[in-house]
């Protein structure tokens, strides 16, 4: 799974500008590196995972080193915060979300062709 480093909030604005252009949405992970639980489940949907960027992007969020990103994505997409979390957003808003062991790839692929 190819994901773009999501690292400044500037960038939501492309998240939001892809997920109006994209039928399926746009994806976004977000991982906390000292998590062994968000390591598993990214482990896991990276392993699980087979859409391209072109198909859906996936925005990968680094947690610990962008904490003002995630507190960005929860007031913009009026999320709770969780970690590990997945966000699909379609038309700039979030349409679907799983946190911990409720992530799973083929969940959210059924859920954007929906």
């Not at 500037?10 to 992970?29: M, P």
């Not at 349409?95 to 954007?112: F, G, K």
Request: aromatic residues 8%; charged residues 25%.
């Amino acid at each position: 799974m190819d994901a773009i480093d999501l690292h400044s909030i500037a960038q939501l604005q492309e998240v939001d500008n892809a997920s109006r252009a994209s039928e399926r949405g746009v994806v976004i992970f977000k991982h906390s590196t000292r998590c062994a639980i968000s390591g598993m489940a990214l482990g896991r949907f990276r392993r699980e995972w087979n859409m391209d960027q072109e198909q859906m992007p996936v925005f990968l969020l680094d947690l610990l080193r962008n904490r003002e990103v995630s507190n960005e994505i929860a007031k913009r997409y009026n999320i709770p915060h969780e970690s590990p979390q997945v966000l699909l957003i379609k038309g700039g808003e979030a349409v679907y979300t799983a946190s911990h062991y409720s992530i799973r790839a083929q969940d959210l692929e059924e859920y954007a062709h929906a």
